[in-house]
């Protein structure tokens, strides 16, 4: 099985477009590397690839990426898109997709609806555009010699899809709003978390198999936008939960023994930043930080 | 009056991802330049910028654009957008212009409906961005030191909101689905109009007053597509008029006497290919082609 990442980012990228933290300034100054939005690509052959979640910088990450470039005059080498939520950073880049190219779009449901309910996604033509839901914990193949079993983790819907109530931030919800892959290739297998707001013990347990794990590492602390004084929003606002801290990803996780990636880093996240106390943390603890072009083979 | 062309391709970009024609291959292969699409900036004191259309690829578009970064952490010089129809080229990049930034989005009550309808929009926070509608042939302020009135040119509805009725390409209509901005700085005129399906003699006589006119090159010919192989659509179909013929836009706007400038032009348009006879044509007819990057004082 091959990966790339195609984009490391989460919601916004790095820089984002209104932000001048310390993070997206560096890297506008070109001091650290920037990041395009939440993004993989994976393939059991180098040939047929499968996009998990599309994000609203896809235009750019195909074209920085040959393996998906066309192959002829309008033969992409992209299968399937399968989409863990409908999030904006997951599901903008549908709306690239367009122009008359055949895949599949698998999401639940649920995120099936979201989509549905927003007419302008009528850009994908139905007639080359099979929307295909996921059957939580059952396996489908969107290739062949991949098999894919989606998961419910703890999460919660888009912000964009809150009710009025959605005032103050609600327990994780466990339900087709915010899915887990479990991706299986010949010899190997991938779980991809993109979000997650809250590692239960199931999780741990559930999560032993894996060859790789990539990760939601959207914050350090569930306060870093507060820390970085760029917003009041919580990681745990945002169905995001903590790389740090002990009930934090990384002390959850700290059992495993497989290769672990976070993913679906946010701007403000210190982490980002070459010797950051937090990045040799996570080091120490095992843990990599994923990067736009990352290429991994299992 | 100072202008940047963010993008000057049209939906899909150069290169545009599924697409393997001569133009697409050469753009990947870096023998022509590439474009990201429809989006031009404007300034009365290159301090607070308006928007003309919000493109898919609006991200990697103010990165690339100095003037454009945010000011302190959070303070983006980016005051206000104005979309002249609801094509996805035009209006995917409202999604990007999330996280908390305010401005105001400018369009007539057709678009705004449309964006309306579709709850994904619903990540630009009511309380920081202003809906402002447009009254088509009144003129308002986007920012002090600019008069923009808007005014109907001859269009369609975008793809996604055609009815099942819409088989056959229908006679352009004149409404507020597809406008013209007419944009007064204190010393000159621009007329911008990236998309536009005839030249009646109405809006001949009306560019007139024009000092500078961005004009819609999304295809040479009616059948660009079919010529590149690349599709059966025509220009009639997407509502952009061709710029050869005799009712094309070079000779019917031949009149004009101000700097022209062809924008929005299409990855299959012959003219993006140097050398290219078309493009010699439309040189010695006294037209440019915009590209991405390019700055015009007047």
Same mark, same amino acid.
């Given at each position: 099985?091959?990966? +790339?990442?195609?984009?490391?980012?989460?919601?916004?990228?790095?820089?984002?477009?209104?932000?001048?933290? %310390? =993070?997206? !300034?560096?890297? *506008?100054?070109?001091?650290?590397?920037?990041? $395009?939005?939440?993004?993989?690509?994976?393939?059991?052959?180098?040939? =047929?690839?499968?996009?998990? =979640?599309? @994000?609203?910088?896809?235009?750019?990450?195909?074209?920085?990426?040959?393996?998906?470039?066309?192959?002829?005059? *309008?033969? @992409?080498?992209?299968?399937?898109?399968?989409?863990?939520?409908?999030?904006?950073?997951?599901?903008?880049?549908?709306?690239?997709?367009?122009? +008359?190219?055949?895949?599949?779009?698998?999401?639940?449901?649920?995120?099936?609806? $979201?989509?549905?309910?927003?007419?302008?996604?009528?850009?994908?033509?139905?007639?080359?555009?099979?929307?295909?839901?996921?059957?939580?914990?059952?396996?489908?193949?969107?290739?062949?010699?991949?098999?894919? !079993?989606?998961?419910?983790?703890?999460?919660?819907?888009?912000?964009?899809? #809150?009710?009025?109530?959605?005032?103050?931030?609600?327990?994780?919800?466990?339900?087709?709003?915010?899915?887990?892959?479990?991706?299986?290739?010949?010899?190997?297998?991938?779980?991809?978390?993109?979000?997650?707001?809250?590692?239960?013990?199931?999780?741990?347990?559930?999560? %032993? #198999?894996?060859?790789?794990?990539?990760?939601?590492?959207?914050?350090?602390?569930?306060?870093?936008?507060?820390?970085?004084?760029?917003?009041?929003?919580?990681?745990?606002?945002?169905?995001?939960?903590?790389?740090?801290?002990?009930?934090?990803?990384?002390? *959850?996780? @700290?059992?495993?023994?497989?290769? %672990?990636?976070?993913?679906?880093?946010?701007?403000? =996240?210190?982490?980002?930043?070459?010797?950051?106390?937090? %990045?040799?943390?996570?080091?120490?603890?095992?843990?990599?930080?994923?990067?736009?072009?990352?290429?991994?083979?299992?």
């Amino acid at each position: 099985m091959y990966i +790339k990442i195609l984009g490391a980012g989460a919601g916004g990228g790095l820089p984002q477009w209104n932000c001048g933290c %310390r =993070n997206c !300034t560096a890297a *506008r100054q070109g001091q650290i590397a920037p990041m $395009t939005q939440s993004c993989v690509a994976v393939s059991p052959d180098k040939r =047929n690839w499968v996009l998990l =979640n599309a @994000s609203p910088d896809i235009r750019t990450q195909l074209q920085a990426t040959p393996a998906l470039h066309p192959i002829g005059l *309008r033969d @992409s080498p992209l299968r399937a898109v399968i989409v863990t939520n409908g999030d904006v950073d997951h599901i903008a880049g549908l709306l690239t997709l367009r122009e +008359k190219s055949p895949f599949t779009l698998f999401a639940t449901s649920a995120t099936h609806q $979201t989509i549905a309910a927003n007419t302008v996604f009528g850009v994908l033509d139905p007639a080359l555009v099979t929307r295909q839901p996921i059957t939580l914990d059952t396996a489908f193949a969107p290739l062949p010699g991949l098999s894919v !079993t989606a998961y419910a983790v703890p999460g919660k819907v888009p912000l964009y899809a #809150e009710d009025a109530s959605y005032d103050h931030p609600r327990p994780p919800q466990l339900g087709e709003e915010t899915i887990a892959l479990r991706i299986a290739g010949e010899k190997s297998v991938l779980h991809y978390i993109p979000g997650c707001a809250a590692v239960p013990d199931w999780l741990c347990d559930r999560l %032993r #198999e894996a060859d790789l794990l990539l990760f939601d590492g959207t914050v350090w602390a569930d306060d870093d936008m507060q820390t970085s004084r760029t917003g009041q929003k919580t990681g745990a606002r945002m169905g995001h939960m903590a790389m740090s801290g002990p009930q934090g990803s990384v002390a *959850r996780l @700290s059992l495993l023994t497989c290769r %672990r990636v976070f993913t679906h880093i946010n701007n403000t =996240n210190p982490v980002l930043m070459p010797g950051a106390p937090q %990045r040799a943390e996570l080091r120490s603890a095992g843990w990599e930080l994923a990067h736009d072009g990352m290429e991994i083979a299992l």
